[in-house]
């Protein structure tokens, strides 16, 4: 009786630790979206986001955005993902999102320009590795 006691306990604190890691890297790559979203938004003409907590909300506005097109269309919707489809998605999403996010800016050919840098930086710097 006391070794399932064991076992259950050491479960649970695998669950935890999981769960604790999951969240830690949630917040780890949402704190690298906003940087890159801060380069590409300095980097970018007709693409602009103004202020810390704009940055964090379009972070999380974006990564939803992408979450639930990757979810409902089973398309990656990262700039690159899926090569010239999954680059336009990027940019849909990212022209989408400015009506969703106070004190961010994205006219077409902005949301095209930050796609292609977004892409390019994630490239380098992959967010999803994390």
């Avoid at 955005?65 to 999954?86: C, W």
Wanted: hydrophobic share 55%; charged share 15%; proline share 3%.
């Amino acid at each position: 009786m006391s070794d399932n006691n064991d076992n259950r306990e050491q479960h649970e604190d695998v669950r935890t630790t999981n769960n604790n890691n999951n969240l830690m890297r949630w917040v780890g790559r949402l704190a690298l979206f906003a940087i890159i979203l801060a380069i590409t938004s300095f980097l970018t003409p007709g693409f602009s986001i103004r202020g810390f907590w704009t940055f964090i909300v379009a972070s999380v506005v974006i990564t939803a955005l992408d979450y639930l097109v990757e979810s409902f269309m089973k398309v990656d919707a990262s700039p690159f993902g899926k090569g010239f489809k999954g680059f336009i998605i990027s940019a849909i999403i990212i022209y989408v999102a400015q009506y969703l996010v106070p004190n961010m800016h994205a006219s077409i050919i902005g949301a095209l320009l930050a796609a292609l840098v977004i892409g390019v930086i994630d490239a380098i710097i992959p967010t999803r590795a994390m």
